[in-house]
């Protein structure tokens, strides 16, 4: 498992999330940045996102949009990561696809660290038990 977070380095992910975070209206009831990002990759370089709300369903979570901008730099590692919502204000925990997505990038990524609060940050381990690439039917 990585090192613990500093409360600097928790502040410091809220408000990369908090900045990018702004939901604005795009056409047909769309929206988008309702909910903000921030992931903090193994080598301390930050990345952003925000979510994308579509009618048609067919939209993405602003963790997966954080993800694409690291996984640009064929960087795939990530240390920890944060969610906002609610005008900015709120720690939202990410989604099951989100912790899903993240699993699946590096098999460390188990050990990266969600913050679901200042006081509060888990592995992300503990937020998917019983994961199905944790068994004995795991690819190679």
Not at 7 to 18: K, T, V
Not at 39 to 67: K, N, P, S
Not at 124 to 134: N, Y
Request: charged share 25%; net charge negative.
């Amino acid at each position: 498992m990585s090192e613990p977070l500093t409360p600097d380095e928790i502040d410091a992910l809220i408000e990369a999330a908090r900045a990018v975070y702004g939901e604005f209206d795009l056409f047909a009831g769309c929206t988008a940045g309702s909910c903000a990002a921030a992931l903090l990759a193994d080598d301390g370089d930050i990345f952003t996102g925000i979510c994308l709300d579509l009618e048609c369903g067919m939209g993405f979570c602003a963790e997966h949009a954080a993800a694409a901008e690291m996984l640009k730099t064929r960087r795939r590692r990530v240390r920890a990561m944060v969610a906002v919502a609610v005008g900015g204000r709120e720690i939202a925990p990410p989604c099951g696809r989100c912790r899903e997505m993240l699993s699946q990038l590096h098999p460390e990524n188990m050990s990266a660290w969600v913050i679901l609060g200042r006081d509060h940050v888990r592995p992300l381990r503990e937020l998917l038990p019983e994961h199905w690439l944790a068994g004995p039917w795991r690819p190679a």
